[in-house]
């Protein structure tokens, strides 16, 4: 069976925090990606990463990173420096290969005061 | 490149009528997502077409749900009769090939049955 599991549902930090979301997923495929999705108040969901099961490299892009770790099956999200535009709610996908069907995790509210 | 265009907005009806909703994808992307996004929860696949065709409409409620995508571009979620439990945001997705492309949402509907 496949699953996301974002475990916090609401976060609530001050300007200049860092923040980290968590993610655990379950699948028993060996080829799988997943993803982080942010969505703002707006409602449209916006992609901001793609990993696949083989490249378990942390990445970093500007005041966010990621941590892939296969062994503990998470895909942990963080946030440096967190501003109040990082107000949203962030999703954790799946995607297994075999079926190419996306699954979500319940998402994750972060609230940023300033 | 312009988004995922999705209409109406927001929607208001009641239980037992019917409603309809339509999405138009980015220009060239083969694949089209309808989503069901419950309050609090994450977005839940109902239907992927691929081009026109049908590729996973397992968790399509089939007794009152309905889906189109005639010409391979824009695509017709179709409810009826609508039930208390399908107030939801309906959110529409495309992405330029079935599998692990990144998904590119709209803006989705959100619907209230009353």
């Known amino acids: 069976a496949q699953k996301v599991t974002q475990a916090q549902t609401e976060i609530s930090v001050v300007e200049k925090e860092d923040v980290t979301l968590d993610c655990v997923y379950e699948?028993?495929?060996?080829?799988?990606?997943l993803f982080w999705y942010k969505q703002p108040p707006s409602g449209e969901l916006v992609f901001l990463i793609r990993?696949?099961?083989?490249?378990?490299q942390n990445e970093i892009s500007g005041r966010y990173s990621w941590n892939f770790q296969k062994s503990t099956s998470s895909f942990n999200f963080t946030i440096t420096a967190s501003q109040v535009v990082d107000s949203a709610v962030y999703f954790c996908?799946?995607?297994?290969?075999?079926?190419?069907?996306?699954?979500f995790g319940a998402g994750t509210r972060l609230f940023v005061k300033a | 490149e312009a988004g995922v265009a999705q209409s109406p907005r927001y929607k208001i009806i009641e239980k037992r009528q019917s409603v309809a909703f339509w999405c138009n994808p980015i220009?060239?992307?083969?694949?089209l997502y309808w989503y069901q996004q419950i309050l609090g929860q994450g977005p839940k696949l109902l239907i992927q077409?691929?081009?026109?065709?049908?590729v996973d409409d397992s968790q399509l409620p089939k007794d009152r749900f309905s889906a189109e995508r005639l010409k391979g571009v824009d695509s017709t979620l179709k409810i009826q009769p609508a039930k208390l439990e399908d107030s939801a945001v309906y959110l529409c997705?495309?992405?330029w090939g079935q599998g692990v492309a990144p998904l590119h949402f709209g803006n989705g509907t959100r619907l209230t049955v009353t």
């Open positions: 997705a495309s992405s």
């Open positions: 699948t028993r495929d060996t080829t799988y990606y």
């Open positions: 990993r696949n099961s083989f490249d378990e």
């Open positions: 996908a799946l995607l297994n290969t075999g079926g190419f069907k996306t699954i």
């Open positions: 220009s060239g992307h083969a694949t």
């Open positions: 077409f691929q081009n026109n065709g049908v």
